[in-house]
């Protein structure tokens, strides 16, 4: 079964507008999520935890469980932003990583 | 701290062969983590070691093994190679805290691009 479900594959923003890349998970517990970026030519990165709650680089993300969704969220997006973001989550009691199909961001100047 | 390394970079393998690729943990990381991501997809976890020893397995068939080393490092190995096995495979390490719990972040490595003809 699919936990964790990014419903853009791809998505084009202008620089300065707000950007929000969905994500929806299928797990009855309590589940920890993630967000993880993958910047051109580098190796993946965790880029925010929702238990912490902070802002990473301006993105967000608020843990919505009635509505099972996690999304990234930034109010201006900025040209260093285009990158591969998958969400994932990781299982009470477990420590592997469940990946999304990721979205492709691209911020156009 | 060189974080985590992989190799090799590439390897192309013909169906039915084996491979082996290895990785070696970011420094003070005792966990090792492996994930396939196939083209256009998310990494898919296949298997955890700590302690020498495989901890967590996802659905993955028997083909697909492991070990861990004493300085944390790792190997996966896969049997019998399928055309369906190309992909990017990945390494992830973590730690585990004073407290007794996992750290929450994995730490990725580059990948290994493995291509079965």
């Known amino acids: 079964a699919q936990r964790v479900t990014q419903p853009e594959k791809l998505l084009s923003v202008f620089k300065g507008a707000p950007v929000e890349l969905k994500c929806n998970y299928s797990?009855?517990?309590?589940?920890?999520l993630f967000w993880y970026v993958q910047y051109s030519r580098q190796r993946l990165q965790l880029l925010l935890r929702?238990?912490s709650r902070e802002s990473i680089k301006g993105f967000t993300a608020d843990l919505n469980k009635g509505e099972t969704s996690f999304h990234l969220k930034k109010p201006f997006a900025q040209e260093e932003d285009s990158a591969m973001y998958y969400c994932?989550?990781?299982?009470?009691?477990?420590?592997?990583?469940?990946f999304g199909t990721g979205t492709r961001l691209t911020v156009i100047p | 701290d060189a974080g985590v390394t992989q190799s090799p970079t590439h390897l192309i393998k013909t169906r039915g062969q084996q491979v082996t690729l290895r990785c070696s943990p970011k420094?003070?990381?005792?966990?090792v983590s492996w994930y396939q991501q196939a083209l256009g997809q998310g990494p898919q976890f296949i298997f955890q070691?700590?302690?020498?020893?495989?901890?967590q397995r996802g659905n993955f068939p028997d083909r697909f093994s492991g070990h861990q080393f004493p300085n944390y490092s790792s190997e996966l190995n896969v049997n019998a190679l399928l055309l369906g096995d190309s992909a990017l495979y990945l390494c992830?390490?973590?730690?585990?805290?004073?407290?007794?719990?996992?750290?929450?972040?994995?730490?990725f490595g580059p990948g290994t691009r493995l291509t079965v003809t």
């Open positions: 992830a390490s973590s730690f585990l805290t004073s407290g007794g719990a996992r750290s929450y972040e994995q730490y």
């Open positions: 797990y009855s517990g309590s589940p920890e």
């Open positions: 929702h238990i």
């Open positions: 420094s003070g990381h005792d966990t």
């Open positions: 994932a989550l990781i299982e009470a009691g477990a420590n592997n990583l469940f």
């Open positions: 070691y700590y302690e020498e020893e495989e901890r």
